[in-house]
Nanobody, 125 residues
Framework: QVQLVESGGGLVQAGGSLRLSCAASGRAFSSYAMGWFRQAPGKDREFVAIMSWTGSTTSYADSVKGRFTVSRDNAKNTVYLQMNSLKPEDTAVYYC??????????????????WGQGTQVTVSS
């Protein structure tokens, strides 16, 4: 079982930037497709961004496309979410998650097997 720990959340003004990190334990990190999801107060958790296990393919929710970038550093067992031009509607708890080894990309949270504890991002107007 892969253990995930997110960090990098905080309070930022609209238009600002944050970089979230998700550190994974265990070996074979490079074999896992990774996803970022978020949950705003009173709302369901939603897909934000995903990256294939090869790192060659990414996909983003329309609401963050052009502002957020997902990347990974396999040497550090870490995946990142760079968030620019933040908006108040980006306020949420952000979670990283991992799919089974060598799995394809998925937008469905039910297809992710391990989750981090989440990190709070608050964007003030």
């Amino acid at each position: 079982q892969v253990q995930l720990v997110e960090s990098g959340g905080g309070l930022v003004q609209a238009g600002g930037s944050l970089r979230l990190s998700c550190a994974a334990s265990g070996r074979a990190f490079s074999s896992y497709a990774m996803g970022w999801f978020r949950q705003a107060p009173g709302k369901d958790r939603e897909f934000v961004a995903i990256m294939s296990w090869t790192g060659s393919t990414t996909s983003y929710a329309d609401s963050v496309k052009g502002r957020f970038t997902v990347s990974r550093d396999n040497a550090k067992n870490t995946v990142y979410l760079q968030m620019n031009s933040l908006k108040p509607e980006d306020t949420a708890v952000y979670y990283c998650a991992v799919r089974p080894k060598y799995s394809s990309l998925s937008y469905l949270e039910t297809e992710y097997t391990s989750w981090g504890q989440g990190t709070q991002v608050t964007v003030s107007s």
